[in-house]
């Protein structure tokens, strides 16, 4: 099964897509805002998809922003 979840806000820069899902790892810099948090959100996502031996990425939004795609195995 697949579920993706976008947004239209500024996205996340190619070099990151893969860093954001280890713990305490944020995307910082100007434009940024301060959105607080503590970068381990999609941390705990990686780690429940990976638990159900499935896998998440992160990619460019259709319309901007990021678009997070997570992909599950079906089970019977």
Do not use: M, Y
């Amino acid at each position: 099964a697949e579920l993706s979840v976008s947004d239209n806000g500024i996205g996340v820069p190619k070099s990151k897509r893969e860093a954001i899902f280890q713990p305490f790892v944020r995307v910082e810099g100007p434009d940024r805002g301060l959105s607080g948090g503590h970068g381990l959100g999609l941390s705990f996502v990686n780690d429940a998809v990976d638990s159900q031996k499935g896998s998440v990425r992160c990619e460019e939004g259709i319309a901007g922003g990021a678009r997070f795609v997570l992909r599950l195995p079906l089970q019977n």
